[in-house]
């Protein structure tokens, strides 16, 4: 009966990915936050988040039917929204599977 050889091997790449796997915890936890709602009985898709900048707040809205997405922005002085954008999300794909 012989005994296996065990071979011991550098702790080098676990302490790599522990090095890795921190610093992609520290970059999800420091990230700006957004926060998603999508009711069951509703037909659109928003998502509130802080612009990277300035940390304005916007309100992402996305209406699956139709491919339209609106982006709109809090005015804190008039207490009012704000329109900032708007993108007809069907168009971007016609013109992506046209570029391939």
């Not at 509703?42 to 699956?64: C, D, R, V, Y």
Request: proline letters at 6%; one cysteine or more.
């Amino acid at each position: 009966m012989s005994i296996p050889k065990v071979v011991r091997r550098s702790p080098l790449g676990l302490l790599c990915l522990n090095a890795i796997l921190l610093v992609a915890l520290g970059v999800v936890t420091f990230a700006p936050n957004a926060i998603g709602q999508f009711q069951p009985k509703s037909n659109t898709l928003a998502i509130s988040a802080a612009s990277g900048i300035s940390k304005e707040q916007l309100l992402w809205m996305f209406h699956p039917q139709s491919m339209e997405m609106v982006v709109v922005g809090w005015d804190r002085t008039g207490k009012s929204m704000i329109p900032l954008d708007y993108r007809n999300v069907a168009e971007d794909v016609e013109l992506l599977k046209r570029s391939r």
